[in-house]
Structure formats: structure tokens, C-alpha cells
């Protein structure tokens, strides 16, 4: 499915706002890559100071689990399409495993730890 489920614009004050949901009906974890098709500049989501981390620019990258749906949704100074979703999959791709990672990568990725003092006291 190289299609956005559901997509829809609504237009208010000059500015189009942009709903969009991706499925991923496949039996593995995908990444998806969509890309704005309206002609201005994207004003994705936003935390505070912080543009949510799935946009860079244009275009949204997520990973997608088997049988899940994500809702996307930005917002752009630019008018709706005629016809045609503002919203279009540029890449899907086979997301690799966690386990496929180098285990000295994993080892100094983890935080330090140490089992309670209690636990290690010599009274059982």
C-alpha cells in the first residue's frame, strides 16, 4: 500500500490545516515517508520550542508497527489542491529489527547499574 489511508484539509483564517492517517496492514514494522504536496512551507506540530521529531522539513518519517495507524497532521499557509491528497508516501521500507544492531553498540548504549545494597547484604 503505497497510499495515506484517510486524508482531509480544512481551510480557516488563511491557513490549511492537514489530517492524514497511515496503516501499515503488512506483518513487519515498516518506516513511512511522507512529503507535503502543497505548494508553501510546512508548520509541523509543535512542543514548546520543539518540532515534533518525525519532521524534517516537508516530510514525515515514522516507524509503523504491523496492524497500527498513526494519525499526521500539519498545518501550511498554502490553499488546499483542486484535487488530489496534499499528503503522498514517498518511501515505505522494511524497518530493521533491534536485534540487528552491533552488540558492543547496544552494551554502551545502556546506562550503568548496580543491583540495591540490600540485596547484596550478606543475611539470607
Given at each position: ?30 518506516v ?22 518525525e ?26 489542491l483542486a ?25 554502551a548504549?545502556?546506562d550503568?547499574?548496580?543491583?540495591p ?8
Open positions: 500500500m503505497d497510499e495515506v489511508s484517510e486524508c482531509d484539509t480544512v481551510r480557516r483564517n488563511g491557513v490549511t490545516f492537514v489530517r492524514a492517517t497511515v496503516e501499515n496492514e503488512r506483518a513487519t514494522p515498516q513511512v515517508e511522507l512529503e507535503n504536496r502543497l505548494e508553501g512551507p510546512v508548520w509541523p506540530p509543535r512542543f514548546g520550542d520543539v518540532t515534533a521529531p519532521w524534517t522539513g516537508g516530510t514525515w518519517k515514522a516507524r509503523v508497527e504491523p496492524d497500527q495507524t498513526l494519525g499526521v497532521g500539519y498545518a501550511t499557509p498554502a490553499p488546499p484535487d488530489g491528497d496534499p499528503v503522498a508516501v514517498v518511501s515505505r521500507e522494511r524497518a530493521g529489527d533491534a536485534g540487528e544492531s552491533d552488540p558492543e553498540e547496544v552494551l548504549s545502556l550503568d547499574w548496580a543491583p545494597s540490600d540485596t547484596l547484604s550478606g543475611d539470607r
